[in-house]
């Protein structure tokens, strides 16, 4: 007979390097194998049943009221949705990136421009973004325990827009180009946006190089940079999760204006959707939201951009590190570990 699981008995598995389970435990795994609802009760049911051990559980397999008691005895573990990020993006290091910074500041040095760094004024960003013209809905109200909920869409969810977005480090915008599918877009389209504003042209509705005449790395644009006094300096490759102000502070919340002012455009024309000709100045509305300009200073800080301070980079999201420093502790673990430790794979653990 297996040992009786007590009010609050924990499982610990031992399942390989990548899956620790235990109160107070603090370095879980947040990049590659991070550990999900299922796999977590799939690993409590295999145990409970190798160790046989006695548990209200049905087939020894615990139910949602066991889960939401979990993660209510253990505060310090919560449900996410984790960041996908490709194999380039992983070997990226903590070390790699503060030699960029160095070299970055050695660079302007030799040019005598290093006053830059402490002008946000003189600091841009750019990078492009699809909006689509039917953004997801987000939560509706709705009487209790309704179930089917439904929304009609009003065009087609895969149409989007690629829009170029370019600003400063102290928070302004600069007029974005719209990259539009056409090889010559019609006169409508282009008499809808707004002044200053940039019409891009492309077959495929994405950038290239020759989309605008200053978009991409080529050798126009380099030559236009040179003519103009512009010193362009690449982000690190791979780096764009962790050091491009665009990703890391602005576009996240822009899609949210941006799904507003959709929502804002169709409560005012019932039964119609956003097409290639509203589009400009629905977008419009998104960007002049109020609160652009602090994402826009709140991105550039979290970069280590401006102010400049490499120390202000999130490195967790360096996931070599992160690897390398949980590998480091359980090497420290497996050493303080006997034999008889691996043979116990149960400790204090709630049955409610």
């Known amino acids: 007979m297996g040992p009786k699981l007590e009010k609050h008995v924990e499982i610990m598995p031992f399942l390989g390097a990548h899956y620790r389970i235990f109160n ?7 990049v590659d194998f991070q550990l999900k609802k299922e796999e977590l009760i799939s690993t409590v049911q295999k145990i409970v049943l ?11 397999k615990p139910g949602q009221k066991w889960y939401k008691s979990f993660l209510r005895r253990h505060p310090q573990v919560s449900a ?9 993006r992983a070997k990226i290091t903590k070390e790699y990136i503060k030699s960029w910074f160095q070299e970055l500041q050695n660079f302007l040095q030799e040019k005598g421009a290093s ?34 909920l439904f929304e009609i869409k009003k065009g087609n969810e895969e149409d989007l827009i690629t829009v170029l977005v370019t600003f400063t480090a102290d928070g ?8 539009y599918p056409y090889v ?16 891009g042209k492309s077959d495929s509705g994405w950038m290239k190089s020759d989309s605008t005449g200053i978009v991409h790395m080529s050798v126009e644009l380099s030559k236009f940079c040179d003519d103009n006094d512009i010193i362009l300096y690449a982000l690190p490759p791979n780096s764009t999760h962790i050091m491009q102000p665009a990703d890391v502070g602005l576009f996240k ?35 002049n939201n109020q609160n652009i300009p602090n994402h826009i200073r709140n991105a550039f800080r979290r970069c280590g951009l401006f102010p400049y301070n490499p ?26 570990l006997n034999s008889d430790d691996f043979k116990t794979t149960y400790e204090y653990f709630g049955t409610s």
């Open 80 to 88: 996410r949705t984790a960041e996908s990020i490709n194999k380039s």
């Open 311 to 336: 120390d202000a980079v999130d490195y967790t999201k360096c996931v070599q590190n992160t690897l390398e420093q949980i590998q480091l502790i359980e090497n420290m673990e497996q050493e303080a």
């Open 115 to 148: 006053g830059i760094l402490i002008s946000p004024s003189r600091i841009f960003n750019a990078d492009e973004s699809g909006f689509s013209f039917c953004p997801k809905t987000g939560k509706v109200l709705s009487p209790k325990g309704y179930r089917n």
């Open 253 to 287: 919340p822009l899609k949210e204006y941006w799904r507003q002012a959709v929502r804002n455009w169709q409560n005012d024309h019932e039964g119609k959707s956003v097409t290639k000709i509203e589009f400009a100045t629905v977008l419009e509305e998104a960007l």
């Open 50 to 60: 190798v160790e046989k051990i006695k548990t209200p559980f049905k087939n020894g």
């Open 172 to 179: 302004r915008l600069c007029p974005p180009c719209i990259v």
């Open 184 to 199: 010559k877009p019609p006169r409508a389209v282009a008499e809808s946006m707004p002044p200053k504003w940039i019409l």
């Open 24 to 30: 107070g435990y603090s370095n879980w795994l947040n």
